[in-house]
């Protein structure tokens, strides 16, 4: 797509919808099923593609604005969306468009803008010497494909 089109759509988007445009586009968008996931969970994976999409073209501040997501702070898998991602095949997708919320350094929850959920992490190192992180998602009962897990680098974590 040649970059000046995505220029007026970002343009257009944010300055007739705001980031609300978000919910609006998710429920006009047409896609096709996917196997694996449930209705509905195509729509965020679809919307997360336009997000690569977006990145790709968009600088920082442009992006964030798009999508109405805060500048400051880390970004973070949300487990929800990874999961998704494993159990679709669209595994080239890193989503990472979670951020702790509040954005403070004790924060115990990620909010992803994707799908919009929230979800509970714990603050402690990840066991990962090499990864700095330290927002590590342990439940190990709700999703398939993703548990226990460093939502930084998404390396699963020993104990
Ligand atoms: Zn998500
Ligand atoms: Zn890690």
């Known amino acids: ?46 919307l997360m593609q336009y997000f690569v999409l977006f990145e790709k073209y968009l ?3 442009e992006f964030f604005s798009l999508i109405g997501m805060p500048t ?3 970004r973070y898998l949300c487990p929800y969306c990874s999961d998704n991602v494993v159990e679709t095949g669209a595994a ?5 468009y979670a951020k702790l919320t509040p954005n403070e350094p004790s924060s115990t ?36 494909h993703f548990s226990n897990t460093c939502l930084t680098c998404g390396n699963e974590q020993q104990s």
């Open 59 to 61: 600088t920082n501040k």
């Open 109 to 144: 929850e990620v909010t992803c803008w994707v799908c919009g959920n929230e979800t509970e992490v714990e603050r402690r190192d990840c066991c990962q010497s090499e990864c700095k992180g330290n927002v590590i998602f342990t439940d190990e009962t709700t999703y398939n």
């Open 92 to 96: 080239i997708l890193d989503a990472n």
């Open 1 to 46: 797509m040649p970059s000046y089109i995505l220029q007026s759509l970002v343009a257009f988007l944010s300055g007739i919808w705001d980031s609300s445009w978000i919910k609006d586009f998710k429920s006009v968008m047409i896609t096709e099923r996917l196997y694996g996931v449930f209705e509905g969970e195509e729509e965020d994976i679809q």
């Open 72 to 74: 400051g702070g880390r």
